[in-house]
């Protein structure tokens, strides 16, 4: 698997990053091969964060994530899934590496500006929540 679903948070829409992280993914060697804006149900968020339900931030995870639009996208590239992780920084922005995207936008670790898939499993599950065959480019 080669490809990975990334999210522009409801904070990353709202601080107007969503060029700076585009920029990023492409100047990366990584490509952008759908996206789209929308904005996420109350229940499209708890099946999208549907491993977590367990955790103690469920529920104010979700409210949050329905809480404003978001832009999802499917990027593609050699180890897309560990070097889009990267580029995003570690969860929590205090602990994330210089030159991430969450250790220079992130102000909070539940509003951490952008999300990406954590395997190929999830990444596969994550991408068929929000886009279907036709909507993905081949390039
Ligand atoms: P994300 O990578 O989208 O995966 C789960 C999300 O839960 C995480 O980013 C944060 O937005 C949010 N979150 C809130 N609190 C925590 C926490 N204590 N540990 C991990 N994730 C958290």
């Known amino acids: 698997m080669k490809r990975t679903l990334s999210i522009i948070k409801p904070d990353g ?11 990023r993914i ?14 996420m149900t109350k229940t499209q968020a708890e ?14 995870l979700t409210d949050f994530m ?3 639009p978001i832009v999802v996208m ?3 590239g050699k180890n897309v899934i560990d070097k ?4 995003m ?10 030159g991430t995207i969450r250790k220079d936008f992130a102000t909070d670790i539940e509003k951490n ?8 499993e999830t990444a596969a599950f994550e991408i068929a929540y929000f886009f279907n065959t036709f909507e993905i480019a081949s390039r």
């Not at 920084?89 to 210089?98: D, H, P, R, V």
């Open 89 to 98: 920084g570690a969860t929590n922005f205090e602990e994330a590496a210089e």
């Open 74 to 76: 499917v990027i593609e």
């Open 13 to 23: 829409v709202a601080k107007d990053v969503i060029g700076e992280v585009i920029k």
């Open 113 to 120: 500006v952008v999300h990406g898939s954590d395997s190929p």
């Open 47 to 60: 099946g999208f964060y549907a491993v977590h339900k367990e955790r103690p931030f469920f529920d104010s």
């Open 84 to 87: 889009y992780r990267e580029l």
């Open 26 to 39: 492409e100047s990366n060697q990584l490509k952008i091969i759908a996206m789209k804006m929308l904005q």
């Open 66 to 68: 329905a809480s404003g």
